[in-house]
């Protein structure tokens, strides 16, 4: 699988680091909030997929590699392993370069009550939600193929966040009415890393990372198993 | 002699489109065509062999192995050139080479960097600054770097200019030499096959309607031509398919002596594949 994910690296090199270099540049300017560089590193990373799997379109390649020896499941599963990748550069991004030369060169953010990027709060909803979000895509892709997979995962994508953003609205209607929704969304999670404690939390998160990507990846099995070229 | 491929029985259908039953083999050290039409389905039937498609009954063995339960160890064995070579646009060959000579066990550095020269493809140039002929000469290139035993080419010859058609068609022939490999060539081109081809088989709307050795077809079928006692419709039945015009009747028979007893004075010219196809295909009867 690590060959698969290889030749899609290979074919996205430079386009990948673009949007790297040019996330990175911007995010640095003190006037973007954590939770702006958190969503930009997220969809950067679906960004990435989505580069990915229009290569592979645009050139028309995917036959070759179903003519190579390996199975199609092998192909569905080195897609998550770029998944995986590229959720953990956005991470190495968000966390790595911008939260860590942010804090060395002292880069002022808008607080809102947010504990700052490089806390597990931030690490708890920047991974969740983009492997929710890529697992989400990941079906779509599979079943129905780049043009219309990329527009019925947008249209589904758009409907999850809505219906996110209102669930909390209803939940925590008091805090929303008195702070900002990015203030609340990190005052919440960190209301749930005080209630279950840091190492249930963390293992919370890294099980809202896996187990979306598990169904996904089955989904995506049976659906691309199904496809015809 | 032991089938490099053999499919039996193969079925598979789309919407105004069927293929029936489709069968046939090639066997080790030898060139099949698989000519016929545009949508006669020869480009399915490779599909199918790739597991690109699936279908819907019938079995394919590449040497004695199932395609769809021994998969992997049917494709390391198979080289495969598409008619528009599609690879990543952007990416020197030799990068494009070392992402898929990995995947293949018996994958041959030397051998591919000699094919390279041989074909005077310069490793540092993009796939996408090649012309048609050139990405044809690096997915032959590929696909014979690995020492794959079926070569499978999906109207390899479309679109190259005549210089280069009858290279790939010499290469095609030097592949075979080992008595061990096999090739399946799919062409709407017939002359190639009069080339290069040992089996023809002759696709029409899905079917299979002539699966033989090429010199069998040639010393088996003959255009006859001659007046209007080609009609006779006790002696028709010798024909496979009438053609009538101002100047004549034509048919195609299949059965050169005993046609030759029936009408001792029609003329006989040898019939071409192109011939073949075209009178089958036209279903041309007496009317």
């Known amino acids: ?229 | 002699m032991a089938a490099a491929l053999e499919i039996s029985g193969l079925r598979k259908s789309y919407k105004g489109f069927a293929l029936k039953d489709v069968s046939f083999a090639v066997p080790e050290g030898s060139i099949m065509g698989l000519v016929g039409p545009n949508g006669a389905g020869k480009t399915t039937i490779v599909k199918l062999i790739l597991n690109l498609v699936r279908r819907q009954a019938g079995a394919i063995k590449v040497f004695g192995l199932d395609n769809l339960a021994d998969e992997k160890a049917v494709k390391n064995r198979i080289g495969f050139v598409h008619e528009t070579p599609a690879l990543v646009e952007d990416v020197p060959l030799r990068d494009i080479a070392s992402v898929v000579a990995p995947f293949y066990p018996c994958w041959n550095p030397a051998l591919f960097q000699a094919m390279l020269r041989e074909f005077e493809l310069p490793a540092g140039k993009k796939f996408k600054a090649l012309s048609h002929g050139m990405k044809m000469k690096f997915s032959l290139a590929l696909a014979l770097s690995h020492d794959a035993d079926l070569l499978i080419l999906d109207e390899p010859t479309s679109g190259l200019d005549p210089v280069f058609r009858r290279e790939l068609l010499d290469r095609l022939a030097g592949v075979i030499q080992d008595g061990r490999k096999a090739v399946l060539f799919s062409t709407h081109v017939t002359s190639d096959l009069e080339r290069t081809a040992d089996y023809v088989t002759l696709l029409l709307d899905g079917e299979v309607v002539l699966s033989a050795p090429r010199d069998d077809i040639r010393d088996k079928w003959a255009v006859v031509k001659g007046g209007p006692e080609l009609l006779d419709p006790v002696r028709c039945p010798l024909f496979r398919a009438v053609r009538e015009s101002p100047y004549g009747v034509e048919a195609l028979t299949g059965d050169i002596p005993a046609s030759r007893a029936a009408f001792p004075s029609a003329v006989f010219d040898r019939a071409s594949i192109e011939d073949i196809m075209v009178f089958l295909h036209s279903g041309a009867s007496h009317d």
């Open chain 1, 1 to 229: 699988m690590l060959k698969l994910v290889g030749k899609d690296l290979l074919a996205a090199r430079w386009i990948l680091l673009c949007g790297a270099a040019v996330l990175s540049l911007y995010s640095l300017q003190p006037f973007f909030s954590a939770g702006f560089i958190l969503a930009a590193g997220g969809a950067l990373a679906l960004a990435g997929q989505a580069t990915v799997f229009f290569l592979e379109d645009r050139n028309k390649t995917e036959i070759l590699y179903l003519s190579l020896p390996v199975s199609r499941a092998s192909i569905v599963g080195a897609r998550y392993l770029l998944g995986a990748v590229l959720l953990a550069a956005g991470g190495a991004m968000v966390f790595g370069i911008i939260g860590w030369a942010g804090a060395l060169m002292h880069v002022p953010r808008p607080a809102g009550g947010f504990p700052g990027l490089l806390s597990i709060e931030a690490a708890a909803l920047f991974f969740p939600l983009t492997a929710f979000f890529l697992s989400l895509y990941l079906p779509f892709y599979h079943r129905f193929g780049f043009g219309r997979g990329t527009l019925l995962f947008t249209a589904a994508g758009v409907l999850c966040a809505a219906l996110g953003a209102a669930g909390l609205k209803a939940a925590l209607s008091d805090a929303f009415a008195s702070g900002g929704g990015e203030a609340v969304i990190f005052g919440a999670v960190r209301v749930l890393r005080l209630s279950l404690g840091t190492p249930l939390f963390v293992l919370a998160a890294a099980a809202a990372v896996f187990i979306p990507f598990l169904v996904s990846l089955f989904l995506s099995t049976r659906f691309y198993a199904r496809r015809e070229f």
